[in-house]
């Protein structure tokens, strides 16, 4: 749940008139999705849509990582096995 119109313009300092504009304009958008007496709440189409641009980005540096591999003559398992090591670190 996000925070309530009255709570955010009071942390931002701004009048609730210009919090209630910002969620009309996420609700337009599909970004915020409100259910009455319970609050607002990101949309599940924005889950989904962040959810995507995450895995992108993560295919981008699974390529980097790669390619500094391949340049300190590591095969993908000694990749892999790195990753594990450090994720056992953790």
Same mark, same amino acid.
């Given at each position: 749940? %996000?925070?309530?119109m009255?709570?955010?313009s009071?942390? *931002?300092?701004?009048?609730?008139? /210009?919090?209630?504009?910002?969620?009309?304009? *996420?609700?337009?958008?599909?970004?915020?999705? /409100?259910?009455?007496?319970?609050?607002?709440?990101?949309?599940?189409?924005?889950?989904?849509?962040l959810?995507? =641009? *995450?895995?992108?980005?993560? =295919?981008?540096?699974?390529?980097?990582?790669?390619?500094?591999?391949?340049?300190?003559?590591? /095969? =993908?398992?000694? *990749?892999?096995?790195? %990753?594990?090591?450090?994720?056992?670190?953790?």
């Amino acid at each position: 749940m %996000i925070l309530s119109m009255r709570a955010l313009s009071k942390q *931002l300092g701004v009048s609730v008139v /210009t919090v209630q504009r910002a969620y009309d304009e *996420l609700l337009r958008e599909r970004i915020i999705e /409100t259910i009455p007496a319970k609050g607002s709440f990101i949309s599940e189409q924005c889950h989904i849509h962040l959810r995507h =641009d *995450l895995e992108r980005q993560l =295919d981008v540096h699974i390529k980097h990582l790669k390619q500094i591999a391949k340049m300190l003559d590591m /095969t =993908d398992e000694g *990749l892999i096995g790195k %990753i594990v090591r450090d994720k056992e670190r953790e």
